[in-house]
């Protein structure tokens, strides 16, 4: 009769006398993708971060900033699709640098005045510097963009006014609630607001939203 083959000891048995056997690679099992957060920055912003681009948390304001002014020089029909993309990105960048030590999310419209893009029968710098990229000239400018144009690009909201007594549109709002310190602060859009009789209908469902 046949020798029976000798039993495998257990691996306790192995740990307290002989060598242990070489473990088995395991393979984790791949779970739920996490989430970010809203104001999570990607692997493509932070990059972009690192060569010079917007904070991950001011993206979608200047974004909507950019592709606002990039839309009034798209309705005149006087400026290709390739030329708004080097003018978008010019602006970008620019409004990336200059809002770099002046953005403060935990206060909204700290430091608004300066953030605030002005055409008031003069160029804004900014809006002029990108637009040299792509070979516009002042007066060129001055015929594709309104005379009196208001840009405010704050934390959470971006909002325009064309006219010195238009109505302020909201451009972009964010669905996170603003913080409570934001609230009540007389702001550069409010400053520009006192000297009218009656704010406009579109301004008064702006600020009590």
Request: charged fraction near 20%; proline fraction near 10%; hydrophobic fraction near 35%.
């Amino acid at each position: 009769m046949a020798a029976a083959a000798p039993m495998t000891p257990p691996r306790a048995a192995l740990l307290k006398g002989g060598a242990e056997p070489p473990a088995q690679t395991e393979h984790p099992v791949a779970g739920p993708q996490q989430r970010r957060s809203p104001r999570e920055p990607s692997m493509s912003q932070r990059q972009s971060q690192r060569r010079g681009g917007p904070r991950p948390d001011m993206v979608p304001e200047i974004a909507a900033a950019v592709g606002f002014v990039s839309s009034l020089l798209r309705t005149r029909g006087c400026v290709s699709e390739q030329q708004l993309q080097v003018f978008s990105g010019a602006l970008r960048e620019a409004l990336a640098e200059h809002y770099k030590h002046h953005w403060f999310p935990e206060k909204p419209f700290k430091g608004s005045g300066y953030r605030c893009i002005r055409i008031n029968h003069k160029m804004d710098p900014i809006i002029s510097k990108a637009a040299s990229q792509i070979g516009l000239s002042l007066p060129q400018l001055y015929q594709l963009l309104p005379s009196e144009l208001t840009l405010w690009v704050d934390p959470y909201e971006v909002s325009y006014r064309i006219g010195e007594d238009g109505s302020i549109c909201v451009l972009y709002e964010a669905t996170a609630t603003k913080p409570v310190s934001s609230y009540g602060m007389l702001t550069c859009k409010n400053q520009m607001m006192l000297g009218r009789t009656s704010p406009s209908k579109n301004y008064i469902m702006t600020v009590s939203s």
